[in-house]
């Protein structure tokens, strides 16, 4: 008889069915992420690592599940959904451990329960890109592929991503059971999480403290994701973390040329999650959670709990901006220089990250001509603070690798074509630093070149 260790599991099989993993055929791993698998204090042999990453073997003798869910998939509700092709399959030193692509599960809706080498690369590759960028992310452990082949537009590889984080749970398990009515189970969960992951929020107003935690993890991960240029592409409730956390990476996207209007998902036609969307829907999002909670908390404080969303998300957006831009003091100006400058951007469609990184090298910057007047203003601006750690402070929150779109297709093409892994390992490597300057690899700050302006990306994965 499988054990069962996971703390999830607690909550009863109302929250979840347990299920066999379905084994790919001829696996092997792509890459691992080392330091993480250091910290969890993993040391399997090769062998056994590649087992359980297959979902060959289980984890400790534990048993997988797969939970329920709901959500809102852009604007509509969606009474059931859940872990269609994801399960979790442990739990070591604080952290679940869920495979996605790992077969079909009893949510899995008519689809075939499994990833592709294409979109579980992108995962891998992006969670370490936004952990290196100090985004609040699900952390990728593993990735394997295989030669079961997989059905979408094409034939293609089915993968693996061991996913790592310390819970999994989403806006959307709550809206499960708040939408059939199930009170108790809805307070039952807010319980579970409150007890593992918010132990802090204790006594009467728990409820209320509990879902403002939730209200001010949610804002600074988008302030985050605002100040970095990136977007996620499917904000639907049931991708959205109880913890803050950046889940479920799909058609995502790095702002490259700057544009607010941009959408990543080509399957968005409306640009309901456009870039300069994500704020106002992660607040729409977060009240469809305080709808989910109203049995447990009243109607009008959950409205003040909402109305600090705006205050959470313009302080750890506005934090971030001025180091970006090397302010040290505050003047009232510096909003509008902030402003000016993406002004530029857009009108000569500029790159966002690595016009931010020119930043700290004024003399360059100054050889752009499209910049002339603006230097100007904002030379006079740093003189005022004369600070001689700006620079410093600059570059360590302007990163100089990010997950470019092409770059990421450059290491699915090696990787599908010609099953070779190394752009995958030196991705890894640029975006777990990305703020270093790695010398010798400038080649990755290219901006996209023409081959890949075209490049889209779509739900199917
Ligand atoms: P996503 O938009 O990728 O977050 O997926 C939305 C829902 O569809 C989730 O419940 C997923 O588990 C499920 N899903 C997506 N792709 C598959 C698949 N290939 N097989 C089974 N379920 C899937
Ligand atoms: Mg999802």
Sequence with gaps: MAKN???????????????????????FLIHKNQALYDQLGLDFDEKTLLKIASGEQKFEGTQPIASIYAGHQFGHFVPQLGDGRSCLIGQVSGYELSLK?????????GADGRAVLRSSIREYLCSIAMKGLNIATTEALTLVSSDTEVYRENIEPGSIVMRVAPSHVRFGHFELFASRGQTAQVKQLADFVIEHYYPYCQGESRYVDFFNEVVKHTAVMIARWQAQGFSHGVMNTDNMSILGLTIDYGPFGFLETYNPKFVCNHSDHEGRYAFEQQPGIALWNLARLG???????????????????QAYLVKAYSKLMRQKFGFIKKDDQDNVLIGQFFEVLYQNQKDYTNSLRQLS???Q????????????LYHKRI????SSDRVELMNSVNPKYILRNYLAEEAIREAQDQKRYD???????????????HQGLELYTNEAPDWAQGLSVSCSS
């Design 5 to 27: 260790t996971l703390d999830f599991s607690s909550l009863g099989e109302e929250f979840f069915s347990p299920i066999t993993t379905q084994p790919l055929n001829n696996t």
């Design 101 to 109: 692509g790992a077969g079909t599960t009893p949510y899995s809706r």
């Design 291 to 309: 709808d989910s909670l109203e049995s447990l908390i009243d109607a009008k404080q959950s409205k003040a709990v909402l109305d600090n969303y």
């Design 361 to 363: 090298d004024i003399d």
């Design 365 to 376: 910057l100054s050889k752009d001509t499209d910049f002339t007047d603006w230097i100007e």
């Design 383 to 386: 003189d005022q603070d004369k």
């Design 423 to 437: 752009k995958i390992a030196t991705l890894f490597e640029l975006l777990r630093k990305p703020f270093d300057e």
